[in-house]
Nanobody
Framework: QVQLVESGGGLVQAGDSLRLSCVVSGRAFSRYAMAWFRRAPGKDREFVARTRDADSYYGDSVKGRFTISRDNAKNTVYLQMNSLKAEDTAVYYC????????????????WGQGTQVTVSS
């Protein structure tokens, strides 16, 4: 089984920064496309960021503020979040895809349990 465990969430004020981490089990991490999604109460899951090979892609709402990165030696993917806004409040989920993996939830095979990010204004 492939397991993903997120960490790094918390309560911050608008304008602050957080870095989320996601540790992935198994030996195939370097072959996965990795992504972050988020979901606020009463809303659909929203694509945040994705990394695969040399490519990174971001949702429009976070572009210029968030950065995704990965350390294949540590089986870990990160999401650096700067200039946080109240509308960034959500549960953030890490996801892995065996295939290409783009911006849609159905493209990802494995999911973590999520970590809560709350931004006060």
């Amino acid at each position: 089984q492939v397991q993903l465990v997120e960490s790094g969430g918390g309560l911050v004020q608008a304008g602050d920064s957080l870095r989320l981490s996601c540790v992935v089990s198994g030996r195939a991490f370097s072959r996965y496309a990795m992504a972050w999604f988020r979901r606020a109460p009463g809303k659909d899951r929203e694509f945040v960021a994705r990394t695969r090979d040399a490519d990174s892609y971001y949702g429009d709402s976070v572009k210029g503020r968030f950065t995704i990165s990965r350390d294949n030696a540590k089986n870990t993917v990160y999401l650096q979040m700067n200039s946080l806004k109240a509308e960034d409040t959500a549960v953030y989920y890490c996801a892995a895809a065996d295939g290409l993996g783009w911006r849609f939830s159905y493209e990802y095979n494995y999911w973590g349990q999520g970590t809560q990010v709350t931004v006060s204004s």
